[in-house]
C-alpha cells in the first residue's frame, strides 16, 4: 500500500519508547544452546515515537534510512527489512490478544545496525513497548519474559534470523551497573553487580557488517541441532564432553565451543563477585580463541580489531554476538588507553517507556 499522510494523530495517545541494544560480556552462542550468558543492557538504542490514529492503518518512518512503511492492521504478507520487524510485531502482538489500531511510528535511535549490539532486539523491544503501550496494555501484564519471547517469533518467524533469546532478555531486564546471569535451561535472569572500579569495557568497530538472516548465523544453528541429534540430547549444554568430542567434525568443535564458553561464563561470574577484573581480560580473550577457532564465526576484519585493541594494551578482546564482523568488545585496565575510536559502555536500565 502506498503511504499516506493518513489521519492527524490524537495528543492523548502518543507515547515513546526506548529498547536499549546490549553488550554481551561473555556467553556466546550459548543461548540457543541451552546455556548460560552474561549480557547486560546499553544506553545507545532504538527510540519508538508512537501516536495512534484512527483509521486501521499503520504507518512507520525508519528515520535513518529515511523510508516509509505502509500497511492495513489485518494485513499479514510478508515483508523484507526493518519493514518485516513492524508488521511482525503487530502481528505477533494480536495473537497474544492485543487490540492493535492505526498507529504513526517513527523509529529513530543511535545504534549501528547490524553490528553484534543488538540492533534488531532494540528495534523489536522498543516496537512492542510502543504499541502495547498505545493498546493500554502494561507490560507488566504479559511480563517481560513473554515479550522476549513475542520478540523472538518476530524475529524468527518474520525476519527469518534463527537467533535466541538472549538479546530479548538483555534488552528486557537490563539493569544500571549489573550484567545479568542468564540460564537458558530455565531462563532464570539473576543480575550480577558489576563494579568496574575505573577499569573500562569499550567497543570497537570491525566495519564489517552482518546480516543473522541470511545465513552464517542459521547454518551454525543448524549445526547444534545436528549434534543434539546425534547424540540424543535435547540441547548441546546437556552434553557430556567425552561423549562430544567422538562427533564428526565439524560437529565436535561446535560442541567444544558451547561447553567451553558455558565453563566461561561461570567462571566470569566468580571473577566479577571478586573483583578480579584481570582474570575477566583473560576469559573474554579465551572466548574469543574459541568463537575464531571452535565455532568459526571470526574475519579477518574482525582480528585485525582484536589486533588493535591487544595492541593498545587490552586485558582482553573478544568478538561480541552472532559474529563475522560487528563491534570487538574489549576491556582495560584504569591506566590504560583505548583507541580515540573505541565506544565506552556500562550497564544501562532495560527498555521503558520515556516521559517528556
Ligand atoms: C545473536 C543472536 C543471539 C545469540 C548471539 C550469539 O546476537 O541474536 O540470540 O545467539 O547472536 O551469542
Redesign the pocket.
Known amino acids: 500500500m502506498p503511504p499516506e499522510p493518513g489521519p492527524e494523530p490524537d495528543a492523548l495517545t502518543r507515547v515513546r519508547a526506548f529498547g536499549p541494544g546490549r553488550v554481551?560480556l561473555i556467553?556466546?552462542?550459548?543461548?540457543?544452546n541451552g546455556g548460560l550468558?552474561l549480557p547486560f543492557a546499553i544506553s545507545q538504542g532504538v527510540i519508538v515515537d508512537a501516536a495512534a490514529v484512527d483509521d486501521l492503518v499503520i504507518r512507520a518512518h525508519a528515520l535513518d534510512l529515511g523510508e516509509d512503511f505502509a500497511f492495513s492492521v489485518t494485513q499479514r504478507e510478508r515483508e523484507h527489512g526493518w519493514r518485516a520487524f513492524v508488521i511482525g510485531m503487530a502481528a505477533e502482538l494480536e495473537a497474544l490478544g492485543v487490540d492493535i489500531g492505526g498507529a504513526k511510528l517513527k523509529i529513530g535511535g543511535d545504534l549501528p545496525r547490524g553490528a553484534?549490539l543488538?540492533s534488531?532486539?532494540a528495534l523489536e523491544v522498543a516496537l512492542c513497548l510502543a504499541l502495547l503501550a498505545l493498546a493500554g496494555v502494561d507490560a507488566d501484564e504479559p511480563g517481560r519474559l513473554e515479550l522476549a519471547r513475542v520478540c523472538a517469533r518476530v524475529?524468527n518467524e518474520w525476519v527469518g534470523?534463527q537467533?535466541?533469546?538472549?538479546?530479548q532478555l538483555a534488552s528486557l531486564f537490563g539493569e544500571p551497573d549489573a550484567a545479568l546471569l542468564i540460564d537458558f535451561a530455565t531462563l532464570a535472569v539473576e543480575p550480577v553487580p558489576l563494579r568496574l572500579c575505573g577499569w573500562r569495557l569499550v567497543v570497537l568497530d570491525s566495519a564489517q557488517r552482518h546480516e543473522?538472516a541470511d545465513g552464517d548465523?542459521n547454518k551454525r544453528r543448524a549445526e547444534c541441532a545436528k549434534a543434539c541429534e546425534l547424540l540424543g540430547v535435547q540441547t548441546l549444554s546437556e552434553a557430556r564432553p567425552s561423549a562430544a568430542l567422538q562427533l564428526p567434525e565439524p560437529l565436535a568443535r561446535r560442541t567444544r565451543h558451547v561447553l567451553s564458553e558455558n565453563e566461561r561464563v561461570r567462571a566470569a561470574v566468580s571473577a566479577l563477585r571478586d573483583d578480579d577484573m584481570h582474570e575477566l581480560g583473560v576469559l573474554l580473550s579465551s572466548s574469543h580463541a574459541s568463537l575464531r577457532d571452535d565455532y568459526e564465526i571470526s574475519t579477518p576484519a574482525v582480528e585485525a580489531t582484536v589486533a588493535r585493541l591487544l595492541d593498545a594494551g587490552a586485558a582482553g578482546a573478544r568478538i561480541m554476538?552472532?559474529?563475522f564482523g560487528g563491534y570487538v568488545l574489549a576491556l582495560f585496565a584504569p591506566d590504560g588507553q583505548p583507541p580515540a575510536d573505541a565506544i565506552d559502555v556500562r550497564p544501562g536500565p532495560g527498555a521503558h517507556l520515556l516521559v517528556d
Open positions: 554481551n556467553g556466546e552462542h550459548t543461548d540457543y550468558a553484534g543488538s534488531s532486539a524475529e534470523a537467533t535466541g533469546l538472549l538479546d543473522h548465523y554476538g552472532g559474529g
